[in-house]
């Protein structure tokens, strides 16, 4: 251990109320906190406190260190929110999400009163809390940036942001390049949220504008990537949009036993060992796995597209479908589905062990909204991507995986849509060609030798002296070298 080494140094963490975003962050601070003297604290409210001690305590039973969890209280009532509401449901429409960050915004109040008591050494603060530069900044704490999305996303965001080349076309389906970036990329406006090109002044782009700024003003930008993953874009970001960043991905490989992996997010609506047993009967390489993230909803015709696809291509699955579709209790299987799929097919109704499935040698393919942890779960397990991006930065991830790792096949998603209406779904045929494009078609074993030459890149970037690995040391020994000259 070096002399640094021997001094203690504690980092909080404070993520967005989002699955997508509470994950990955328990993820980190576990790789922190295995550190020599390194000390982990999570902040999050009491309805989401669940999503970190299950995890946490299965950690401990294996000896891992155990996070520190620090409750704040959420201001529900004060910003007219129901009971109960801690998190950012789509299902409660765009005013109740507005009134949910207003709340979040209330949060800085104990945010500040915590770091004046606690004095921690790093702050990593998500994305969406702009506010936390300034808050770390009252009491001389650095605070880092969590935005949980790829570098290409991060570059390509930018660069639209700040070029608007969505003004030089007429219509929302013609395409426009995004200029400058190391890739000749095309975007459509159809694939980018209205909010963001349509209002001048909207509140979306004010707050991407603030996020923006805090993030320039911050102690840098972490993550959740690897550096042979996406190297033209980890150094743009740096050289040429002038960041600090640090990769530290795949972070999902810091579960590394079993039981961990089982307890990622939510209690899982399976039994794990039923599922691996499941898993275990079939030949390598022979299941496709579709898997929509924690937010997106798909309604009760997109559902039965997909079952008719499924059925109609032969192949054995695990389908994730999250409360029945929709929430209400339309019929979205075809009749008979699930007696002929017996022992083809499994559905999940609820919540899946992901990782744990991806890793599985049975899988052969993953159908995903292309949420950035799960794509990044798909390239650590080796699996070739249907990609289906439905809103959020999904599109940019879409792109990167079919068109610049060429791991992927697109199913085609026209437009960016939180809830894709009836329009808008994708039929059966067209699912159907794209699950047999993956498995079967000409390219296919390409594919699959490149996603298996990622999954070893991924391997070794989060293995001692990896790239990761050693991002990872570099930013600690930054961190303490900036707590030396405070004190000094
Ligand atoms: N996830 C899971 N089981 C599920 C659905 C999602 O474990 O049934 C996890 C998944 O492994 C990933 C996260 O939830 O870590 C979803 O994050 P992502 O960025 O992929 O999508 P989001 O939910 O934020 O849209």
């Not at 070029?163 to 030089?168: L, T």
């Not at 159809?190 to 909010?195: A, G, P, T």
């Not at 972070?251 to 590394?256: A, H, L």
């Not at 579709?325 to 009749?335: A, I, M, S, T, V």
């Given at each position: 251990m070096d002399v640094h080494e021997a001094q203690e140094l504690h980092v909080v963490f404070f993520p967005f109320m989002g699955q997508g975003h509470m994950i990955p962050t328990l993820d980190i601070a576990r790789l922190f906190s295995v550190h020599d003297n390194v000390k982990a604290t999570i902040i999050t409210t009491p309805l989401n406190k669940a999503t970190f001690t299950k995890a946490n305590e299965e950690s401990e039973k294996i000896g891992d260190p155990v996070i520190k969890i620090e409750v704040f209280k959420f201001p529900t009532k004060e910003v007219g929110?129901?009971?109960?509401?801690?998190?950012?449901?789509?299902?409660?429409?765009v005013g109740m999400i507005q009134k949910f960050f207003k709340g979040t915004e209330m949060l800085s109040e104990q945010l500040e009163e915590y770091l004046e008591k606690v004095?921690?050494?790093?702050l990593v603060a998500d994305?969406?809390?702009?506010?936390a530069t300034d808050s770390a900044a009252k009491f001389n704490i650095p605070r880092l940036v969590f935005h949980r999305i790829s570098y290409f996303s991060l570059c390509a965001q930018e660069i639209i942001r700040v070029?608007?080349?969505?003004?030089?076309?007429?219509?929302?389906?013609e395409p426009f390049i995004l200029p400058s970036l190391p890739h000749k990329v095309q975007m459509r406006r159809?694939?980018?949220?209205?909010?963001f090109w349509k209002s001048e002044g909207s509140e979306f782009k004010r707050r991407m504008a603030r996020i923006k700024e805090s993030e320039v003003r911050s102690y840098g930008v972490i993550v959740?990537?690897?550096?042979?993953?996406?190297p033209d874009y980890a150094d743009y970001f740096r050289k040429e949009l002038g960041r600090r960043a640090w990769s530290i991905g795949p972070?999902?490989?810091?579960?590394?036993r079993a039981e961990v992996k089982a307890q990622r997010?939510?209690?899982?609506?399976?039994?794990e060992h039923e599922c691996m047993k499941w898993l275990s009967s079939k030949k390598p390489d022979s299941v496709i796995y579709l898997c929509f993230g924690s937010t997106s909803v798909f309604i009760a015709p997109q559902l039965q597209e997909i079952a008719m696809a499924l059925e109609a291509s032969g192949k054995n699955f695990i389908w994730v479908v999250r409360d029945g579709?929709?929430?209400?209790?339309?019929?979205?299987?075809?009749?008979g589905f699930e007696q002929r799929m017996e022992g083809k097919g499994l559905i999940i109704r609820g919540w899946a062990p992901q990782v744990l499935i991806l890793e599985h040698?049975?899988?052969?393919a993953f159908v995903t909204h292309c949420g950035w942890n799960s794509i990044l779960e798909g390239v650590a397990a080796g699996v070739p991507m249907v990609t289906w991006p439905v809103f959020a930065e999904q599109f940019y991830n879409e792109l990167l995986v079919t068109?610049?790792?060429?791991t992927g096949v697109s199913v085609g998603v026209k437009k960016w849509d939180r809830k894709p209406s009836l329009e808008n779904i994708i039929k059966q045929e067209v699912i159907e060609t794209a699950l047999r494009e993956i498995m079967e078609g000409n390219k296919s074993e390409e594919r699959r030798i490149k996603t298996k030459k990622l999954k070893e890149m991924a391997r070794q970037a989060v293995e001692e002296g990896g790239s990761s690995y050693s991002d990872i040391h570099a930013l600690l020994a930054e961190l303490r070298g900036y707590q030396l000259r405070q004190q000094n």
């Open positions: 929110l129901p009971d109960g509401y801690e998190s950012p449901d789509l299902s409660l429409g004095r921690p050494n790093c994305m969406f809390f702009p506010w070029h608007e080349p969505y003004k030089n076309v007429s219509s929302d389906d159809l694939h980018i949220s209205e909010d959740n990537s690897f550096y042979e993953l996406e972070v999902s490989m810091s579960n590394r997010g939510k209690q899982a609506s399976i039994d579709g929709d929430g209400k209790n339309e019929k979205w299987l075809p009749e040698e049975a899988i052969g068109q610049i790792l060429k």
